[in-house]
């Protein structure tokens, strides 16, 4: 992603961290998507995106250490990912933007950053 190193240092680690927070208490309400995330609680699901995201986005890449190669696509391959569950979580992901102050254009390549990546997930 080319904007990627401008998105974590305008953005900031704290306020992806509370994006990625507003995402999944948008999650735990969305019953078919949440259904997918195993676990009781969505604490380390969301600890894994946060470190995903601030790696992408040009921060540390503690990801890497933890997880190894994203291969995003692939590790979505278990769950059955349709337009409609794309939509979900897209709808959950641009609510939890709402939550935070960012600027325009930050905001704009978030957007299709988040689009590009989801369609990608498409797999069924
Ligand atoms: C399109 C709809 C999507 C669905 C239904 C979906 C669903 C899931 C589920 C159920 C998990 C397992 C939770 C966990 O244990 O970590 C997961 C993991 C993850 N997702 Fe998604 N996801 C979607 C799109 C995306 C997008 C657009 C991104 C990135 C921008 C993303 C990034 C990740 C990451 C980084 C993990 C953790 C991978 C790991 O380290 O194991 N997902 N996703």
Redesign the pocket.
């Known amino acids: 992603m080319n904007s990627g190193e401008s998105i974590y240092s305008s953005l900031g680690e704290e306020k992806i961290k509370t994006l990625v927070r507003h995402f999944y208490i948008h999650v735990s309400e969305a019953p078919k998507?949440r259904k997918?995330?195993?676990?009781k609680d969505l604490v380390?699901?969301e600890e894994?995106?946060f470190l995903?995201?601030i790696h992408v986005f040009g921060g540390p890449s503690t990801?890497l250490e933890k997880?190894g190669h994203?291969m995003?696509r692939r590790?979505?391959f278990q769950?059955a990912?349709d337009e409609h569950?794309?939509n979900?979580?897209?709808d959950c992901?641009f609510r939890a933007m709402d939550k935070v102050e960012i600027e325009t254009d930050i905001r704009e390549a978030l957007m299709n950053?988040?689009v590009k990546?989801?369609n990608h997930?498409?797999n069924r």
Request: charged share 15%; hydrophobic share 60%.
């Open positions: 998507l997918l995330y195993p676990e380390a699901a894994r995106l995903f995201l990801y997880r994203p995003l590790r979505h769950w990912i569950m794309r979900t979580w897209l992901m950053y988040f990546v989801a997930m498409i």
